[in-house]
């Protein structure tokens, strides 16, 4: 049912999409879809995830289960496909995590390495919104820089009561749903807090891979005539990414191109330019989740004493779960 009520969710925005978006504008960006752009943003995709292979598996290998480069690489694929799967992102986390837990007979350092993981890419998402938010003030409207100013200061200050009251909080105080999760996140963020070269390291890697994404973006805009400082990207494709976490879309489709669409008015960029770019974008990510299924599939075989987990069986345990 979930399920089912979160696709409805995406059709129906992308329904309002079309309606309120001139048909006639969405086709003349369309066609201004450059091929070699499109292909730039591909390699650039699997390139900063190859980069990922590296994060991840130093926060996992910070548990010291010993996970092998080529097994990370196999299991990290298994979760970037499994995302065209499952109806979140946080699935393909699943994924990789209980493929990397059965290489390595340590589940827990492979599910508190995927937190860690995970923590410090939407902590980079946020970083990028509020620095993109100060180097495109000058382009945005005076009472939007102070809601925004607002909003990120609410934020900041709500986020840090939070995780203060969650690590004094007693876990058996919490409701049992979500004394695991929470359990488990409190862990993630202990052992970052111990081992801080680890976490610098994953953290320098996670800014720049996300900033490459932005600057893919970007390319993909230039290519249809979209000419806005790099500062109005930051802002609205992190503000736009982390729209899409919010847990009421089908992986964030549709939630995260008209928020898009809608942050890039303020710039000049018609709405149907904003929707086409991200709709680009999203071809980008499925074109990649399948050559990562491919990787999986071709190198699945190869490691040498590895045990033959199938994605499908990882698959069961997130449905299961």
């Known amino acids: 049912m ?3 009520i979160k696709a409805a969710v995406s059709v129906a925005i992308l329904i309002g999409v079309f309606i309120f978006v001139p048909l006639h504008q969405l086709r003349e960006a369309v066609s201004r ?3 070699g752009a499109w292909l730039v943003a591909l390699l650039g995709f699997l390139a900063g995830h190859t980069l990922g292979v590296f994060k991840w598996r130093m926060l996992v290998n910070g548990g010291r289960p010993h996970l092998r480069l080529l097994t990370a690489a196999r299991c990290y694929a298994a979760g970037l496909f499994a995302n065209l799967c499952l109806p979140s992102i ?6 990789r995590a209980v493929l990397a837990a059965r290489e390595t007979r340590h589940p827990e350092a492979t599910v508190l390495g995927g937190l860690a993981d995970r923590t410090i890419d939407t902590a980079t998402v946020a970083f990028l919104v509020a620095l993109g938010a100060v180097l495109a003030r000058h382009a945005l409207p005076l009472w939007a820089v102070r809601l925004l100013a607002v909003t990120i200061g609410a934020g900041v200050v709500a986020g840090a009561a939070a995780l203060i009251v969650a690590a004094r909080m007693p876990i058996r105080r919490w409701p049992h749903r979500l004394r695991r999760p929470v359990g488990r996140g409190l862990v993630a963020l202990r052992r970052l807090r111990r081992q801080p070269g680890i ?15 932005v600057a893919l973006g970007a390319r993909l805009g230039a290519s249809m005539g979209v000419t806005i400082p790099f500062g109005a990207w930051l802002f609205a494709w992190s503000l736009a990414k982390l729209s899409g976490l919010v ?3 089908l992986g964030g489709l549709a939630v995260r191109d008209a928020t898009l669409a809608a942050l890039l008015v303020p710039f000049g960029v018609p709405a149907a330019y904003g929707v086409v770019v991200s709709l680009a974008w999203q071809s980008v990510l499925i074109a ?5 299924g491919v990787f999986w599939w071709v190198q699945r075989p190869k490691v040498a004493g590895a045990p033959r987990a199938t994605l499908a069986s990882a698959l069961s345990v997130r449905s299961a779960a």
Do not use: N
């Open 90 to 95: 946080v699935g393909g986390d699943t994924v």
């Open 288 to 292: 990649g989740g399948l050559i990562s």
């Open 2 to 4: 979930k399920v089912t």
């Open 199 to 213: 976490a610098v390291g994953a953290l320098a890697l996670s800014i720049v891979i996300q900033i490459s994404f």
């Open 247 to 249: 847990p009421i879309s």
């Open 33 to 35: 879809v450059d091929g």
